[in-house]
């Protein structure tokens, strides 16, 4: 397994998970996380979970591929970071370097947002070449304003960012739970994308096993899980994607406390808002749906929008809640 910082583990040692009433009452929960509402950093999706992400939750976030679920929950990472607060982003679809260079073009796209300026193909490519060759990093950057001003930013919440990447095999959940037990309490957030990969190596393992695995992590460790998690081949050519059209819906519903879908606007609204406003369905086609199908911690069936950025990897932080309606599937007609 490789881990870079932005961030290096220390040695510890087990956390106690069990106590007695009268223990609670007479020394109260000392070794309790210190973070029990994490922001992401993205509204107002946060003002819908109550302030953002619960501790000891497991969250799913889903949707088709492309849609968007790492860029999502990697700038979750970027921004709990960026709050002071440690993050562990494991991911099974790309190494460090892709990563950092999303990152990079993250907080590229951020001043650019900012300063109502656009950014060069030239730029966005230095910023890709700035993760894919390490060692030439420093140079790259000091040609450019704007990369030199992106890499301060990096900088200023870099320790609290542990970027892990790995194949399945030697980054299992038992692998995970050292990984924690390592870092002595010191993660708010693990990050697991995806769910699938892990289980991958688990040959008697399923994906809802998996979350099974994940959400005790949480409740052992006082964080919060966010696992990302990929459609069933059943549901790759509908118009929007439901809880129920993961794999093994059943298993994961029932151990989420909360589950995101992401689904392009374009497809998932219902065909009147776009039948003959052409400059309209071209809107639609820059944002991404995203729709809270479970909560535990408050109310549910709520959608919000998003702009995409993918040329930086990010989405705009700042959204809006869904006017228009939205399909529920392949079973709607219209």
């Known amino acids: 397994m490789s881990n870079s910082a932005i961030g290096t583990p220390s040695a510890g040692s087990n956390r106690e998970v069990a106590r007695s009433i009268n223990n609670i009452m007479d020394t109260g929960l000392t070794d309790a996380s210190p973070h029990h509402i994490i922001a992401t950093g993205y509204e107002p999706l946060d003002g819908a979970l109550d302030g953002g992400l619960h501790t000891?939750?497991?969250?799913?976030?889903?949707?088709?591929?492309?849609?968007?679920?790492?860029?999502?929950?990697l700038q979750w990472a970027r921004n709990i970071a960026a709050d002071g607060l440690p993050v562990v982003y494991a991911c099974y679809e790309h190494?460090?370097?892709?990563?950092?260079?999303?990152?990079?073009?993250?907080?590229?796209?951020?001043?650019?947002?900012?300063?109502?300026?656009?950014?060069?193909?030239?730029?966005?490519?230095?910023?890709?070449?700035a993760g894919s060759n390490p060692s030439d990093f420093n140079d790259i950057v000091r040609g450019s304003l704007v990369l030199r001003a992106a890499k301060a930013r990096m900088q200023a919440y870099g320790d609290e960012l542990m970027l892990c990447s790995a194949s399945p095999t030697d980054l299992d959940i038992p692998a995970l739970e050292q990984l924690l037990n390592e870092?002595?309490?010191?993660?708010?957030?693990l990050f697991v994308d995806h769910l699938q990969k892990v289980s991958s190596v688990h040959g008697d393992m399923t994906v809802d096993e998996i979350a099974v695995e994940l959400k005790a992590l949480a409740m052992r460790?006082?964080?919060?899980?966010?696992?990302?998690?990929?459609?069933?081949?059943?549901?790759?050519?509908?118009?929007?994607?439901?809880?129920?059209?993961?794999?093994?819906?059943?298993?994961?519903?029932?151990?989420?406390?909360?589950?995101?879908?992401?689904?392009?606007?374009?497809?998932?609204?219902?065909?009147?808002?776009?039948?003959?406003?052409?400059?309209?369905?071209?809107?639609?086609?820059?944002?991404?749906?995203?729709?809270?199908?479970?909560?535990?911690?408050?109310?549910?069936?709520?959608?919000?929008?998003?702009?995409?950025?993918?040329?930086?990897?990010?989405?705009?932080?700042?959204?809006?809640?869904?006017?228009?309606?939205?399909?529920?599937?392949?079973?709607?007609?219209?």
Do not use: W
């Open 56 to 73: 000891g939750d497991l969250i799913l976030v889903g949707g088709l591929p492309g849609i968007g679920k790492t860029v999502a929950t």
């Open 95 to 129: 190494d460090e370097a892709s990563l950092f260079s999303r990152l990079l073009l993250s907080e590229v796209g951020d001043l650019a947002q900012a300063s109502g300026d656009s950014t060069s193909s030239e730029i966005r490519r230095a910023a890709l070449d």
């Open 183 to 189: 870092r002595d309490g010191d993660t708010a957030v």
């Open 221 to 334: 460790h006082g964080i919060a899980v966010v696992g990302v998690v990929g459609a069933s081949s059943g549901a790759l050519g509908l118009r929007r994607l439901r809880l129920q059209h993961l794999q093994e819906a059943d298993g994961l519903g029932y151990e989420a406390d909360l589950v995101i879908m992401l689904n392009d606007k374009m497809t998932a609204v219902s065909k009147r808002h776009t039948a003959f406003d052409s400059v309209r369905a071209d809107d639609f086609r820059s944002l991404v749906v995203f729709s809270i199908e479970k909560n535990r911690n408050g109310p549910a069936g709520i959608d919000l929008e998003y702009r995409k950025d993918f040329a930086h990897y990010r989405f705009d932080p700042s959204g809006s809640v869904l006017e228009e309606s939205l399909v529920d599937g392949v079973l709607i007609t219209e």
